[in-house]
């Protein structure tokens, strides 16, 4: 809080930090976004210990839990930072997760992005670019795309997100010999990986619910086996929500770009 305090952002001789690319930089200027410094949150977690019926497909709540959780201690803290500078939304957030030497049960989970400003209300209801809870909003899209969703009548809510970490039961040894040499579909894998990625799926379309979103842009479905070995793993689905500015959306016509390159 110190560091951002001496930011003053808006003052005169005050200075803005940003990981944004310089073409993110003055994209996210033209959308009429004014950056005001990089935020970041972070959250060393230990993970708990799972018990469970290892011979059967099931989620790992407390595993679930615990990966969920650090993650979002991470992102509270982050928008805690833009709150504290007054921010309307934050942009380009990065979330990751990076083992320690702490243990092997021990991870650090980061969070980081551009707090940027708006230099003008939102268009319609009460000019808040903020999200239905009143805090800055949040979005992994790169300045791109952050340009092309505000130019086209859309803003972002927040990043929302879903987990389930699965234990996918082993095959059986009478199993295992029936598909020597044979083509065949192990059902009870493909079964197991559907409904992790459909738990996935459904809670971080929950999440965008709760914020009263119109849909979710740039989701992505990443698997992370972690530290659980081969037949447990974590689905980790995380996008954009968003939500309409104005009921017709033009979309930018592209421009012809004419290299001069000998």
């Given at each position: 809080?110190?560091?951002?305090?001496?930011?003053?952002?808006?003052?005169?001789?005050?200075?803005?930090?940003?990981?944004?690319?310089?073409?993110?930089?003055?994209?996210?200027?033209?959308?009429?976004?004014?950056?005001?410094?990089?935020?970041?949150?972070?959250?060393?977690?230990?993970?708990?210990?799972?018990?469970?019926?290892?011979?059967?497909?099931?989620?790992?709540?407390?595993?679930?839990?615990?990966?969920?959780?650090?993650?979002?201690?991470?992102?509270?803290?982050?928008?805690?930072?833009?709150?504290?500078?007054?921010?309307?939304?934050?942009?380009?957030?990065?979330?990751?997760?990076?083992?320690?030497?702490?243990?092997?049960?021990?991870?650090?989970?980061?969070?980081?992005?551009?707090?940027?400003?708006?230099?003008?209300?939102?268009?319609?209801?009460?000019?808040?670019?903020?999200?239905?809870?009143?805090?800055?909003?949040?979005?992994?899209?790169?300045?791109?795309?952050?340009?092309?969703?505000?130019?086209?009548?859309?803003?972002?809510?927040?990043?929302?997100?879903?987990?389930?970490?699965?234990?996918?039961?082993?095959?059986?040894?009478?199993?295992?010999?029936?598909?020597?040499?044979?083509?065949?579909?192990?059902?009870?894998?493909?079964?197991?990986?559907?409904?992790?990625?459909?738990?996935?799926?459904?809670?971080?379309?929950?999440?965008a619910e709760e914020l009263h979103a119109?849909?979710?842009?740039?989701?992505?479905?990443?698997?992370?086996?972690?530290?659980?070995?081969?037949?447990?793993?974590?689905?980790?689905?995380?996008?954009?929500?968003?939500?309409?500015?104005?009921?017709?959306?033009?979309?930018?016509?592209?421009?012809?770009?004419?290299?001069?390159?000998?």
């Amino acid at each position: 809080m110190r560091r951002l305090a001496e930011l003053q952002p808006g003052k005169p001789g005050s200075i803005f930090t940003s990981d944004l690319s310089v073409n993110e930089f003055l994209l996210v200027r033209e959308a009429g976004f004014r950056p005001l410094g990089l935020v970041l949150g972070s959250s060393i977690y230990h993970v708990g210990i799972q018990l469970g019926r290892w011979g059967k497909n099931q989620e790992l709540t407390t595993l679930s839990q615990a990966m969920y959780h650090a993650r979002e201690l991470a992102m509270t803290r982050m928008e805690a930072e833009a709150a504290q500078l007054g921010a309307d939304g934050i942009v380009g957030v990065r979330l990751s997760v990076e083992a320690r030497d702490f243990g092997s049960d021990i991870a650090e989970f980061i969070a980081i992005g551009t707090a940027v400003k708006a230099d003008a209300p939102a268009p319609g209801g009460n000019g808040s670019w903020r999200n239905a809870k009143g805090q800055p909003f949040t979005s992994d899209l790169s300045g791109q795309d952050f340009w092309t969703l505000v130019r086209a009548g859309y803003a972002p809510l927040g990043m929302v997100m879903g987990t389930c970490v699965y234990h996918i039961a082993h095959q059986k040894i009478g199993s295992m010999f029936s598909n020597i040499g044979r083509n065949v579909e192990i059902e009870p894998f493909t079964q197991a990986l559907y409904d992790a990625r459909e738990l996935a799926m459904e809670r971080m379309q929950r999440e965008a619910e709760e914020l009263h979103a119109e849909g979710i842009v740039g989701v992505q479905l990443n698997s992370h086996n972690h530290r659980w070995g081969g037949h447990t793993t974590e689905f980790f689905a995380i996008g954009t929500a968003v939500r309409p500015l104005r009921e017709d959306h033009v979309i930018e016509r592209p421009t012809m770009v004419l290299s001069l390159d000998g």
